[in-house]
């Protein structure tokens, strides 16, 4: 098992790319805490952790506050004792442009898919850096690093992510913490199912679009995004930190 002893803190870990990690980090063995809004999902997730036979709680928390965050992180720590990674991968997305996007989108998106990186880590740093060790995880996208159509705020917070993990695996790489980005095209995830209901689209229509441009010809699974990040959790990936790993069949290379 490549995750045996270890602990994990997965932000959105209950629905898409965050549940299939969560199962895929608890088959390897490690003990996983998950957090998103939804108790109810976050309680099934669990369950279906622990029927399998992995050890598993949950903290209903809202990234965007730091107290919501720092409990996330004492629960971890009281159920655990340790944390060895946080995947910081709550996530959400609104398809605007700059004179669509409202202040209050704007500032909702940056708030969950930038800050709350910040704040999760901001929390999760202190214990880390008194073990020596530790991996985080930053959830960026494809339009992180190229832009979008009609996703201004998105993609402000994204490229904000790749940029300030490369900032904290310099500022902590000599305390044994290596942190590292994520950057997934298409998946197939509750999100993207809300992003065509936002545009008025068919699921099939919106997955021809999607999947039109990318070379691969299909979206990814959320089984795929969380292989990645068993490799950028596990000793697989010792050397890297700072590095931006794109899983997005092709969709950045054309």
Same mark, same amino acid.
């Given at each position: 098992?490549k #995750?045996?002893?270890?602990?994990?803190?997965?932000?959105g870990g =209950?629905?898409?790319?965050?549940?299939?990690t969560?199962?895929?980090f608890?088959?390897e063995?490690?003990r996983v805490?998950?957090?998103g809004? *939804?108790?109810?999902?976050?309680r099934?997730?669990?369950?279906?952790?622990?029927?399998a /036979? +992995?050890q598993a709680?949950?903290?209903v928390?809202d @990234?965007r506050?730091?107290d %919501?965050?720092r409990?996330?992180? %004492?629960?971890?720590?009281?159920?655990?004792g340790?944390v060895?990674?946080l995947? *910081? *991968?709550?996530?959400i997305?609104?398809?605007?442009?700059?004179?669509?996007?409202?202040e209050?989108e704007?500032?909702?998106?940056i708030?969950i898919?930038?800050? +709350?990186?910040? #704040?999760?880590?901001k929390s999760?740093?202190p214990s880390?850096?008194?073990?020596g060790s530790?991996v985080?995880? *930053? @959830?960026?996208?494809?339009? /992180?690093i190229v +832009?979008g159509?009609n996703a201004v705020?998105?993609?402000?917070?994204k +490229? /904000?992510?790749? #940029?300030?993990?490369?900032?904290m695996a310099i500022d902590?790489?000599a305390?044994?913490?290596r942190? =590292?980005?994520?950057?997934?095209?298409?998946?197939?995830t509750p999100?993207l199912?809300?992003?065509?209901?936002?545009?008025g689209?068919?699921?099939? %229509?919106y997955h021809?679009?999607a999947?039109?441009?990318r070379p691969m010809?299909r979206?990814g699974t959320p089984e795929e995004i969380?292989?990645?990040?068993?490799f #950028?959790a596990?000793?697989d990936s010792t050397?890297?930190?700072?590095? =931006?790993?794109?899983?997005?069949g092709?969709?950045?290379?054309?």
């Amino acid at each position: 098992m490549k #995750l045996a002893g270890k602990a994990a803190i997965i932000t959105g870990g =209950n629905s898409g790319i965050g549940e299939a990690t969560a199962e895929l980090f608890s088959r390897e063995g490690a003990r996983v805490c998950i957090t998103g809004r *939804n108790e109810k999902r976050s309680r099934e997730v669990v369950a279906k952790i622990t029927k399998a /036979g +992995g050890q598993a709680v949950f903290a209903v928390a809202d @990234v965007r506050f730091p107290d %919501e965050c720092r409990k996330t992180v %004492e629960t971890a720590l009281k159920a655990f004792g340790r944390v060895d990674i946080l995947f *910081n *991968n709550a996530g959400i997305f609104f398809p605007n442009d700059a004179l669509g996007c409202s202040e209050e989108e704007w500032d909702l998106t940056i708030d969950i898919n930038l800050k +709350g990186m910040f #704040l999760m880590s901001k929390s999760v740093l202190p214990s880390m850096i008194e073990q020596g060790s530790g991996v985080i995880i *930053n @959830v960026s996208s494809g339009w /992180g690093i190229v +832009g979008g159509k009609n996703a201004v705020s998105y993609c402000a917070a994204k +490229g /904000g992510v790749v #940029l300030m993990t490369k900032a904290m695996a310099i500022d902590h790489a000599a305390q044994g913490i290596r942190v =590292n980005c994520l950057s997934p095209g298409d998946v197939k995830t509750p999100m993207l199912d809300e992003d065509a209901r936002m545009q008025g689209l068919t699921w099939d %229509e919106y997955h021809a679009q999607a999947i039109a441009q990318r070379p691969m010809g299909r979206m990814g699974t959320p089984e795929e995004i969380a292989k990645a990040a068993l490799f #950028l959790a596990s000793e697989d990936s010792t050397y890297m930190t700072g590095a =931006n790993l794109v899983v997005d069949g092709g969709g950045t290379a054309d």
